[in-house]
T-cell receptor, first 114, second 111 residues
């Protein structure tokens, strides 16, 4: 079946521009996660959505970052006024609800800020 | 000091060897994940455990809560096991998405 789909797969933009990254989770998955992997750095948590509950935004690095999840399905991560340090691979994952469900990862969006 | 430490950072093995990758953490956790990141970048969740041991095929994951340590073992290693293996801890009391990641162990298995 279809996995987690992310778009675009690559995005190059100029410093100061806004970008939107999209994540289409696996159908039926109520939990959705955004992570980021910077060159030479490990993965870091950004934000977590679970059903209709308030999202855990504690990993967002600044107020330039925001995310929403419409209708409990598709999610968009928005970065405003991009900076060069925002360059990274942004990964989305989804899972069924419940603490013991494995996460299924998308292939990521590689974001490059010039 | 990172809250989640992995060792070794890099590991080269011959096909057939038994592999062990270690993960130590300094925070109280409710679960620990092992992930595999392929050379092309795709990530697969291997295990999530909070106690004891889990096995899937040639992969075995163990965790010792008292010692704050987990290991990932690969038996009869194969070149297709070459990947980066990442452990991630879920902070006790944190949301299930709020993971603290280790920096990964890059494994290369030679034929």
């Amino acid at each position: 079946g279809a996995g987690v789909s992310q778009s675009p797969s690559n995005k190059v933009t100029e410093k100061g521009k806004d970008v939107e990254l999209r994540c289409d989770p696996i159908s039926g998955h109520t939990a959705l996660y955004w992570y980021r992997q910077s060159l030479g750095q490990g993965l870091e948590f950004l934000i977590y959505f679970q059903g209709n509950s308030a999202p855990d935004k504690s990993g967002l690095p600044s107020d330039r970052f925001s995310a929403e999840r419409t209708g409990g399905s598709v999610s968009t991560l928005t970065i405003q006024r991009t900076q060069q340090e925002d360059s990274a691979v942004y990964l989305c994952a989804s899972s069924y609800g419940g603490a013991n469900q494995p996460q299924h990862f998308g292939d990521g969006t590689r974001l490059s800020i010039l | 000091k990172n809250e989640v430490e992995q060792s070794p950072q890099n590991l080269t093995a011959q096909e057939g060897e038994f592999i062990t990758i270690n993960c130590s953490y300094s925070v109280g956790i409710s679960a620990l994940h092992w992930l595999q990141q392929h050379p092309g970048g795709g990530i697969v969740s291997l295990f999530m455990l909070s106690s004891g041991k889990k096995k899937h095929g040639r992969l075995i994951a163990t965790i010792n809560i008292q010692e704050k340590h987990s290991s990932l073992h690969i038996t009869a290693s194969h070149p297709r096991d070459s990947a980066v293996y990442i452990c991630a801890a879920r902070n006790y009391g944190g949301s299930q998405g709020n993971l603290i990641f280790g920096k990964g162990t890059k494994l290369s298995v030679k034929p």
